[in-house]
């Protein structure tokens, strides 16, 4: 029996070696697969160390992408908000434009046909006072370009009739003034706001530079006694208002984050943000590794907002205000926040924060007669892109529905700020001289020369070399602008 039992388990074990089935190893096999990082390694179906750190450098870097399009606006506004600061403005302190915005004054898409009254409020050491004169027009937002408040205009609490406006930082909770204030709460620290003086001609600049500066801000513990304000003007200065670039991007986007509370309508974002090392509360302090990472991202997030920019994947019918024509609307959202009943709005959020700033209920909503009205062509009427290299003429036509005034301004579209140039000004239309036809329609040409038998009031000196794109702005937009009867004509490449 014994023989037996002995015998039984010598071929029992030459059975399963002849199977090759392993008793008590199990060796698990390497596996090679193709993906978009490169091969990569797996251990009986478990991924290598290595094969970990590819993935995660690459789950790094989307999100890094992807937090760089969607904080875009706050990376504007706060950037902004910090050049104000260093400028001098603050608790009772504004910026200034005096006569027109400056082309060595980089800010995105600013118009030389106002005069231009601006500051940003830190609400973290409590509820700060505006106090409006009757005949301004301007936007009060979030650090998230999201309106807080117009101010002048149909959709203000004032109705350009000037008011006193008293801003609550985020879940505030403390004594309340006993007089009647316009009462705006705000869901951020940071706040910025703008206000226009709004000329018929230049003979309209000294009045308007005495109204601004009846202007005041002040904290409302201030309120009994306010300071005397200081306005800073901006003629001949040099100033820097754009979005950092690079690694400069993230670093700042810290700052921002940690001196804002969180939303919860931002947490998502926020979360990716916490793999990256930013969160508020919390010291930014990447090492190499992710520092490299962010500045790539931040390359990468930029090239991308320029094609988002440029070739916006958005449907013609609600880019393009006239069919078959290059010209599109610069605000496509009915919302300014840009949030649909479904979903917000995200390619269309990048588009108008990598372009322009500033947001109201008035670009939104057709209000004839009141407020302004933009759109922008970077094409040609054959599709070719304004570029420098070539001359282009754009006609408008007689009876401009504008019941202020109209202009034609030009950007470069690398700063998509006003283009620099020998002329020391990017702007042509009512208030600078624009010469009209005998019928009263306008010709406008821009180009590196001035045409023959052209008025230099109708021409923008352009660069060969450098793509640019044009805005018509409508103040006290008409009927005719909104119904389509009238509209402006193509660019047409000058040969």
């Excluded at 005949?135 to 998230?144: A, D, Q, R, S």
């Excluded at 999201?146 to 959709?155: E, Y």
Aim: charged fraction near 20%.
């Amino acid at each position: 029996m014994r023989v037996f039992m002995k015998t039984k388990k010598i071929l029992i074990l030459a059975t399963c070696a002849a199977l090759s089935i392993p008793l008590f190893v199990s060796v698990a096999q390497a596996e090679m697969r193709e993906t978009s990082v490169g091969p990569v390694e797996y251990i009986g179906g478990y991924p290598t160390k290595e094969t970990a750190q590819k993935f995660y450098d690459e789950l790094d870097l989307q999100r890094a992408v992807e937090v760089y399009l969607w904080a875009l606006p706050m990376a504007s506004y706060g950037a902004m908000a910090e050049t104000k600061y260093k400028l001098g403005a603050g608790d009772h302190a504004v910026i200034v434009v005096d006569e027109a915005a400056e082309s060595q004054q980089l800010v995105l898409t600013a118009n030389q046909d106002t005069i231009y009254m601006s500051g940003a409020l830190d609400l973290s050491k409590g509820p700060m006072v505006i106090d409006v004169p009757p005949g301004l027009l301007g936007t009060m937002n979030n650090i998230w370009q999201q309106p807080l408040v117009d101010i002048g205009g149909p959709f203000s609490p004032e109705q350009n009739k000037g008011g006193r406006f008293l801003i609550l930082p985020p879940g505030y909770n403390g004594p309340m003034p006993a007089i009647a204030y316009h009462v705006v709460k705000s869901d951020s620290n940071t706040v910025v706001f703008y206000l226009r003086a709004i000329p018929l001609s230049k003979d309209d600049l000294p009045r308007l530079q005495k109204l601004v500066r009846t202007f005041k801000q002040y904290r409302l513990s201030e309120a009994k006694n306010p300071p005397e304000m200081t306005f800073i003007s901006m003629t001949g200065k040099k100033a820097d208002f754009l979005t950092h670039e690079g690694f400069e991007f993230f670093e700042a986007l810290s700052r921002y984050v940690n001196d804002n509370p969180p939303r919860p309508q931002d947490m998502a974002m926020l979360g990716m943000l916490e793999t990256l090392g930013i969160a508020h509360g919390r010291e930014f302090n990447p090492d190499k590794r992710m520092k490299g990472i962010l500045t790539a991202a931040a390359k990468e997030g930029r090239a991308m907002a320029e094609v988002i920019a440029w070739h916006p994947r958005v449907p013609k019918k609600d880019l393009h205000p006239y069919d078959g024509s290059p010209w599109k609307k610069i605000f496509i959202s009915e919302d300014p926040t840009f949030h649909t009943p479904d979903y917000l709005a995200i390619d269309q959020r990048t588009r108008y924060g990598f372009e322009a700033i500033g947001t109201s209920k008035s670009m939104t909503v057709a209000a004839p007669g009141q407020g302004s009205q933009y759109i922008a062509v970077y094409q040609d009427d054959k599709g070719q892109w304004l570029t420098g290299d070539n001359t282009f003429s754009i006609h408008l036509p007689k009876d401009i529905p504008a019941a202020n005034f109209w202009s034609l301004s030009v950007y470069d579209n690398h700063s998509r700020s006003l283009i620099q140039n020998d002329q020391g000004h990017a702007t042509v239309g009512t208030v600078h001289g624009a010469v009209a036809n005998a019928d009263g329609s306008f010709d406008l040409y821009y180009g590196p020369k001035l045409p023959e038998d052209v008025p230099e009031a109708n021409w923008i000196q352009t660069k060969p070399g450098v793509g640019f794109f044009v805005y018509l702005r409508l103040y006290g937009p008409l009927e005719s602008y909104f119904d389509k009867t009238w509209r402006p004509e193509d660019p047409k490449q000058v040969k």
